[in-house]
């Protein structure tokens, strides 16, 4: 399920029906995970995603996360404060979808 929100200072990631997955507004944090940090007027491809069918994707004020039918955890936006788990790469900020390392041997449903 993808949830979307009414808030004209959220992003919103959007479905296509042909499986790829875009999104646009506010991305101060790489939080739209379409690489950079300008804010998105129009509809941008995400990335980091390629080829990756998921089960969950959900969006905040300065994250996202996705899972995979895989099963695997994939984030980005701000890591301050160990957000997104990913302080093993040393980022505060990541602007495509990343798995998150210490998950890399677990399954999430």
């Known amino acids: 399920p993808i949830k979307i929100e009414e808030d004209e200072e959220k992003e919103v990631p959007e479905v296509e029906l042909k499986g790829f997955i875009y ?7 790489g939080e739209l995970s379409v ?27 300065q994250h ?3 899972i995979g039918s895989d099963g695997k955890v ?3 936006g701000s890591s301050l404060h160990g957000k997104l788990g990913i302080e093993d790469l040393g ?10 390392p210490m998950l890399k041997n677990e399954k999430v449903k």
């Open 23 to 29: 999104s646009w507004g506010k991305n101060k944090d």
């Open 35 to 61: 690489g950079g940090h300008k804010n998105q007027f129009f509809p941008a491809p995400i990335k980091g995603l390629k080829d990756k069918k998921l089960q969950f994707l959900e969006s905040g004020d």
């Open 64 to 66: 996202s996360a996705a």
């Open 74 to 76: 994939y984030v980005s």
């Open 91 to 100: 980022l505060t900020h990541i602007n495509t979808f990343h798995a998150v």
